[in-house]
């Protein structure tokens, strides 16, 4: 058996790795390149159909970076079964859509820089028509069913913890007479978190492979950041300002959204209105909603007393632009969450050019905020920033929350592991850049006796 590795190899993006045994070759997650112009490159290729055929397709959650080159692959004739939960594959569609908006915008910027070095003009990786014959494929599996996948191949996916729908899966891959027991990780979610339960631990495995992204720090607590954000919103609130939120559309906006109804349960901050301005953020919401018995036990009880319902009735979708627009006459205190989650583009630039000069508005960032991002310049202090070609001076109080990742840090992963390691299984470490990796290797080794794995980008493991 071999595992090729066509992304997230000493990076965290781009996931995709090819599972091939003499009878049955098996591709979990299909992601797409992020950042930097030569890295996203790298999404016009499919190295995994140029091997040999696919028999089957698996996906661990609807992360752009682990689905995004999905309708790549049936564009380039992949017509074979996509195995992945039903959340999954909702949210995914959504998350999908975006990114053909975003790839456009992309796109032409890329082609502006062709046009100018007279190289040949690059087409649209896909376009709608691709990701709705994506359907036709689409195999829901639920939470604890094992599924035959492919000749000697079968899946049991169970819950990771780190976004709706999300899951680690369980290959028994029968080979020469033998079976033996493939774990992929996926992205772990931490533990403890609200609203969604923990990662399900498995105990028996011969081969893990499993994510590293932050394999060399642990998080901030999120019970310290929720009493940070609680404070500095029951300030806002006080001075009847504006609270600014820019997020990400899935994940960390309904977290929030769990957090504020609970703490106006709790009575630990008055009710005030919350607008969702992002047509994106509410249809996830709604797909969240679609989706409560994956909830963690506390927000099912919460649920299920009405409770959830009654401390969301403050919040208020914002669809059309019309809506948004309207929110500028919006008295305060309100709170706005609007993406982009790094302030780099859509709705909540203009909630920022028409707030930031007040003094009262407080602008909570909840997510990581890259190097030369709009969102990184006003977390470093700036005071003049550039929003739609308008100088706007920043008086407004702009604060950082660490603690709501949606991924665990080194000693939840350390944890994960753990319950395979009496097995003694042949671990492998992707998913993360390599100082994160080596120092989540070192701490297994020295805990457990196990050496890591550390393949680069293409290449081929035996196990
Ligand atoms: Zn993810």
């Not at 007279?118 to 691709?130: N, V």
């Amino acid at each position: 058996m071999q595992i090729h590795f066509h992304g997230a190899a000493g990076d965290v993006t781009g996931a995709a790795f090819q599972l091939t045994t003499d009878r049955a070759s098996v591709l979990v997650d299909c992601g797409l390149y992020q950042g930097k112009r030569q890295t996203v490159a790298k999404n016009r290729q499919i190295p995994m159909l140029a091997r040999r055929h696919v028999d089957a397709v698996v996906v661990t959650h609807a992360h752009l970076d682990h689905i995004g080159r999905l309708p790549f692959l049936t564009k380039r004739g992949y017509t074979g079964p996509i195995f992945g939960t039903q959340p999954t594959f909702d949210l995914g569609k959504v998350i999908m859509r975006d990114a053909i908006r975003l790839q456009l915008g992309d796109l032409e910027r890329e082609n502006r820089h062709r046009k100018r070095e007279r190289k040949p003009l690059l087409e649209p990786l896909y376009d709608e028509t691709d990701v709705e014959r994506l359907g036709a494929l689409l195999q829901p599996v639920r939470y604890g069913d094992r599924v035959e996948i492919a000749p000697g191949v079968s899946a049991r996916f169970v819950d990771a913890g780190h976004i709706l729908g999300s899951a680690s899966i369980e290959f028994t891959v029968e080979e020469d007479g033998a079976e033996r027991t493939v774990v992929f990780s996926g992205d772990l979610g931490p533990r403890g978190a609200p609203l969604l339960a923990d990662p399900v631990p498995f105990e028996l495995a011969d081969v893990v492979l499993m994510e590293s992204t932050y394999g060399d720090r642990n998080h901030r607590s999120l019970q310290e950041t929720a009493i940070e954000a609680r404070e500095i919103i029951a300030r806002a609130v006080e001075a009847k300002a504006k609270i600014l939120v820019p997020v990400f559309a899935i994940g960390r906006t309904q977290l929030l959204l769990y957090l504020l109804a609970s703490a106006f349960q709790r009575q630990t901050l008055p009710r005030f209105p919350v607008y969702v301005d992002s047509p994106m953020a509410i249809e996830a919401t709604r797909i969240y909603g679609q989706n409560t018995e994956i909830f963690d036990t506390e927000a099912k009880a919460m649920l299920d007393s009405g409770e959830l319902q009654r401390n969301l009735e403050s919040v208020r979708p914002s669809s059309s632009v019309e809506e948004s627009r309207a929110l500028n006459q919006v008295a305060g205190p309100c709170m706005i969450m609007a993406g982009s989650g790094m302030c780099s583009g859509g709705r909540i630039l203009h909630h920022l050019r028409h707030n930031l000069g007040h003094p009262t508005t407080a602008v909570l960032m909840v997510g990581y905020q890259s190097p030369g991002s709009l969102g990184r310049r006003l977390l470093d202090g700036e005071k003049r920033v550039n929003i739609f070609g308008e100088r706007v001076t920043v008086r407004a109080s702009v604060h950082t929350l660490g603690g709501f990742s949606a991924h665990a840090g080194q000693d939840d992963l350390v944890h994960w592991f753990a319950s395979m390691a009496a097995a003694r299984p042949e671990l492998i470490l992707a998913h993360g850049e390599d100082r994160a990796r080596q120092a989540l290797s070192q701490r297994i080794e020295s805990e457990h006796g196990i050496r890591a794995r550390c393949p680069e980008l293409g290449d081929v493991i035996e196990v």
